[in-house]
């Protein structure tokens, strides 16, 4: 049976899908024009103040931490540059109390929503500040008192639970809805189809965001599936979908602005792709110059989101060269010296392995770390970190 009754034929007739064109929203040029007949969303100038500086924040952020997992400081690190204005861009468009639910490359919508340059790195350096107490891997995020739930390396575990926490979001009335990001290779997961089915039946607050950055790691579009990118998925479960160009930061705040709309006043999900491009490799342990050439990136590095929105603010009379040149200063100086607070900082308490789990650890758990002690003792020079904990029967 099918939800929707339609006319019938009395000879085979087939169709593919490619009579239906999707076509990319676009309003800035790369020059920070506008396209005639594009009109700007309603931004004013501090919030689109407060949106570049998170850009510029995230592009040193990423810099300066892929350096410091190169010198043996980090033992890992996933860079968002290239896609900042599709991850900042739609982040900006949401209300602070919306969720958001992350696949790996979305710090910019953290930096946005003002988690700080020492919070990075404390989860970065798994330090005793760190909110996950060091059982992630760098870059795994997470801030409840901003609406961002912790990253988990699974790929596309988040895009279900986003479909369950939007329906209870629904459920409570107040006003909110949830986006969850993931990348064009995730969407070949099973989770995507399952949560987008759901969402689409149980009619829920959800925003699923696309980075379409052209590569699952090493496999190109092209060889990851046949039909015209994730968008036209969308189709299969009657759900309302638009395809912007995520390098335009003013294209993909309207698109998701206008998503917003939709799935918190009519409680119908949304699924948005952005067509934008990884500049940088996959991860710290990954080297791009395997699978796409550098004239490639070149040609998508004229395409900077960065450099294109501030063209756009330079035109408005909202920036300036000498603003530039102090935000790029003062942010290069914070994270360096920031990063040196943090690497200073110990670990979580070794007790916090067992920890915040069950209401009391059980006998087995105590008697296990028990044990895990004496062995640090017999040998401190192979922990020296987790010995200063234990040191003197501690």
Same mark, same amino acid.
């Given at each position: 049976?099918?939800?929707?009754?339609?006319?019938?034929?009395?000879?085979?007739?087939?169709?593919?899908?490619?009579?239906?064109?999707?076509?990319?929203?676009?309003?800035?040029?790369?020059?920070?024009?506008?396209?005639? @007949? %594009?009109? *700007?969303?309603?931004? $004013?100038? +501090?919030?689109?103040?407060?949106? =570049? &500086?998170?850009?510029?924040?995230?592009?040193?952020?990423?810099?300066?931490?892929?350096?410091?997992?190169?010198?043996?400081?980090?033992?890992?690190?996933?860079?968002?540059?290239?896609?900042?204005?599709?991850?900042? @861009? %739609?982040? *900006?468009?949401?209300? $602070?109390? +919306?969720?958001?639910?992350?696949? =790996? &490359?979305?710090?910019?919508?953290?930096?946005?929503?003002?988690?700080?340059?020492?919070?990075?790195?404390?989860?970065?350096?798994?330090?005793?500040?760190?909110?996950?107490?060091?059982?992630?891997?760098?870059?795994?995020?997470?801030?409840?008192?901003?609406?961002?739930?912790?990253?988990?390396?699974?790929?596309?575990?988040?895009?279900?639970?986003?479909?369950?926490?939007?329906?209870?979001?629904?459920?409570?009335?107040?006003?909110?809805?949830?986006?969850?990001?993931?990348?064009?290779?995730?969407?070949?997961?099973?989770?995507?189809?399952?949560?987008?089915?759901?969402?689409?039946?149980?009619?829920?607050?959800?925003?699923?965001?696309?980075?379409?950055?052209?590569?699952?790691?090493?496999?190109?579009?092209?060889?990851?599936?046949?039909?015209?990118?994730?968008?036209?998925?969308?189709?299969?479960?009657?759900?309302?979908?638009?395809?912007?160009?995520?390098?335009?930061?003013?294209?993909?705040?309207?698109?998701?602005?206008?998503?917003?709309?939709?799935?918190?006043?009519?409680?119908?999900?949304?699924?948005?792709?952005?067509?934008?491009?990884?500049?940088?490799?996959?991860?710290?342990?990954?080297?791009?110059?395997?699978?796409?050439?550098?004239?490639?990136?070149?040609?998508?590095?004229?395409?900077?989101?960065?450099?294109?929105?501030?063209?756009?603010?330079?035109?408005?009379?909202?920036?300036?060269?000498?603003?530039?040149?102090?935000?790029?200063?003062?942010?290069?100086?914070?994270?360096?010296?920031?990063?040196?607070?943090?690497?200073?900082?110990?670990?979580?308490?070794?007790?916090?392995?067992?920890?915040?789990?069950?209401?009391?650890?059980?006998?087995?758990?105590?008697?296990?770390?028990?044990?895990?002690?004496?062995?640090?003792?017999?040998?401190?020079?192979?922990?020296?970190?987790?010995?200063?904990?234990?040191?003197?029967?501690?």
């Amino acid at each position: 049976m099918t939800t929707t009754k339609y006319k019938s034929v009395y000879t085979p007739v087939f169709t593919d899908g490619s009579e239906y064109h999707i076509p990319t929203l676009k309003l800035l040029k790369q020059d920070g024009s506008l396209y005639k @007949g %594009s009109k *700007a969303p309603d931004i $004013d100038k +501090d919030k689109a103040l407060r949106i =570049y &500086r998170a850009m510029v924040t995230t592009r040193i952020l990423d810099e300066r931490m892929l350096g410091a997992q190169r010198q043996g400081r980090l033992s890992f690190y996933m860079q968002c540059t290239g896609e900042e204005a599709s991850v900042i @861009g %739609s982040a *900006a468009a949401l209300n $602070d109390a +919306d969720m958001i639910m992350a696949q =790996y &490359r979305e710090q910019g919508a953290l930096a946005y929503r003002g988690f700080t340059i020492d919070e990075f790195m404390n989860q970065l350096f798994g330090n005793e500040k760190d909110y996950g107490k060091g059982r992630q891997m760098p870059v795994h995020y997470g801030s409840s008192k901003l609406n961002y739930m912790t990253i988990s390396s699974p790929l596309a575990t988040q895009i279900p639970q986003a479909t369950g926490y939007a329906y209870g979001q629904k459920m409570a009335g107040d006003g909110h809805c949830t986006i969850v990001y993931f990348g064009e290779g995730a969407a070949s997961e099973g989770d995507f189809h399952a949560g987008l089915n759901m969402a689409a039946v149980h009619r829920v607050p959800a925003i699923f965001f696309c980075r379409n950055n052209g590569y699952a790691i090493s496999t190109p579009a092209n060889e990851q599936f046949a039909a015209d990118g994730i968008a036209p998925r969308g189709f299969g479960y009657k759900m309302d979908t638009i395809r912007v160009d995520g390098n335009d930061i003013l294209a993909v705040y309207q698109a998701t602005e206008a998503a917003r709309k939709l799935a918190v006043e009519e409680n119908r999900p949304v699924l948005i792709e952005a067509m934008t491009y990884r500049l940088a490799a996959h991860s710290s342990s990954d080297d791009p110059s395997g699978y796409r050439s550098k004239d490639e990136e070149a040609v998508w590095r004229e395409k900077d989101p960065i450099l294109r929105m501030q063209n756009w603010l330079t035109r408005k009379k909202w920036w300036s060269e000498s603003e530039e040149k102090e935000l790029q200063e003062r942010m290069r100086r914070e994270v360096l010296e920031t990063m040196k607070r943090a690497q200073k900082l110990p670990p979580p308490p070794l007790e916090s392995l067992v920890t915040d789990v069950y209401d009391e650890v059980p006998p087995l758990l105590n008697e296990q770390f028990e044990k895990l002690k004496a062995h640090i003792r017999k040998y401190p020079d192979e922990y020296p970190k987790s010995a200063a904990h234990v040191q003197g029967g501690a």
